[in-house]
Structures are given as C-alpha cells and as structure tokens.
C-alpha cells in the first residue's frame, strides 16, 4: 500500500548496483529516481525499510562498519507523509488544547478590581462586591451586578455606578457629584489593621504614635483635637495619612494551599493599593488545615 511505504536515499559509487543486492534480498522498490551522479531516491514497504539498513547501515549512528554505500532516511509516501506530519504536531496540538482550556476554564474567574473613575470608596465597593459574590480568586457570579450598584449608589457623592468583567478583571466605574453634601468625618482616625507604623503624615490632629510604634486595629492613632498652649484642647476633623507594615498569621482549613492564601488574602481585607511584600503558605499536620503567613503593607487616610 502507498501509504506505508519510506522514501530512502541510497549514496555510492554506481548506485544502481545497490538495486541488485536489495532484489536478491527480495525486497521491492518503488519509484526509483537518479538524483545525482552517486545518488538514487526509492521507496520501500515500510516493513522493509529495516532490512534496507541493515544491508547498506547508515554510517552516521554505524560508523565503525564499511559499506559501499550508504542509505538515508528522508520521508514518507503518500499518506504516510501526512501521518508522520499530524504524529510530529500532537504535542503542539495537545498543547494549544491544554491553553484553550484553561484559558475559558480561568475566564470564569475573577483576580483583581481595576477602579475607573474615583477610588475614594475602594473598602466599601469591595464590601459590596463580596457581598455580591464578586471577590477575587473566586469565580465570577453574574446576576448582581445591579443590586451592587444599588448599595454603592447610597454612598455620599455617588451618582453613577457600573460593574462589569473584563478578561480576568471586575470593571468598577464609579462617578461622584461634583456638589459635595459630605462633611469631613469628625472624631479620632481610628486604624483598621494591626502593625508597625512606617510612615505618618497628620495635616490637622494630633498624632498619638509616632513612626516605630506599634498600632492595633480599633486603636486611635490620631486625634481628633489640637492642643493650645495653655493646654486645652479644641476639636477639629483631622486629616491624616499612615502607612503601616502588618503581618496576618494563621491557620485555615483550605482543600490546597492557593485555596488557602485566597481565603487568607479576603480575611485580611486586603486592597488593590495595599502592597504584600511576603507570603507563606505551609501544610500542617492535618490535609485540610494550613499554616498562612502574610507581610503586607496598608495604607490608612481620614479626610485626606
């Protein structure tokens, strides 16, 4: 069958004489072609190409052998030719399956929130998306984007909401009033992460740690007042940036550890400006429990 059959490259003085031997070996060949003055081009049944080559070895993985001529493999016959060709790309094919599919298998999740517009409710807008099955490293829920719009919409100043996903990303555009209706909030900053304070810039208040020092969520670390000079104290709305270095710890019962650090990334109420400088993730003793560790830096503002 032409299907099965090898094209072999026979080299050597007068070539042709290597017909003879293959005859006497009774092997067929087919289309046989000169295509240099030491060079004949045939075809072979696929199940004697073995004996070709054991007759006429090819010097170049029997070199220690001499022979008159040399044989070479160079390809296939007819449908053998495609075969070859579609056996050579299965690999590649294989693996632009694998990418086809984990590509829409991952398009069904969500791994950050890209804001249009203003950020200045960035906690309260991935509260609402939480709430609405929206958080990242989960897959994305479709059907609530309104009802989140609704809850952020009561926020002060927001007059236009819209939540859509791109690619592996939640598209959240929020445009405020440019009449303001707010006032500044009124009373101590009080901090929502525990840690070490790296930075503290307090334009009105009166700052009640200093770089250094360690803070716990809930405490006040700027007051809401200034001193004069005979001692008394006034209150005004302070206004005041802190950058703290935190460190969340613990242990969470997870199926695998990137379930485990996802659960531990939304514990820790991480936003998009927060940078984390260092995670671990260990298994423990037991399959579903493991040990998180998360160095992160978050940055805290009242009024700024």
Known sequence: MTWLRERILIEGIMPERALLRLKRANIDVYNVKKVQKNQ???SVNKKDSKKVFAIYPNVCYNISVYTPYVTKHVGYEGMAKYLE???NRVG???GGLLFLGSTLFFNGFVFGVDFIGSDVYKREVYMALEEGGI????PYTTGNEDWICSQILRLDRVEF???????LRTKVEIRLSPFSTSTLQKGDMIVKHTGEIIALTVLRGSAL???GDTVTAGESLVGGYFSTETGEQVRVEPIARARIACTYEEKIEAENKTQAFAIAYLNAELGAEDCVKQTIVES??????FYVKIEYETIETVNF
């Open 40 to 42: 004949i081009l045939l």
């Open 85 to 87: 060709t579609a056996k």
């Open 92 to 94: 590649l094919l294989l």
């Open 135 to 138: 958080a990242p490293f989960h």
């Open 161 to 167: 909401c819209s939540i859509k996903k791109e690619g």
């Open 209 to 211: 740690k200093k770089i």
């Open 284 to 289: 423990t003793e037991q399959e579903t429990i």
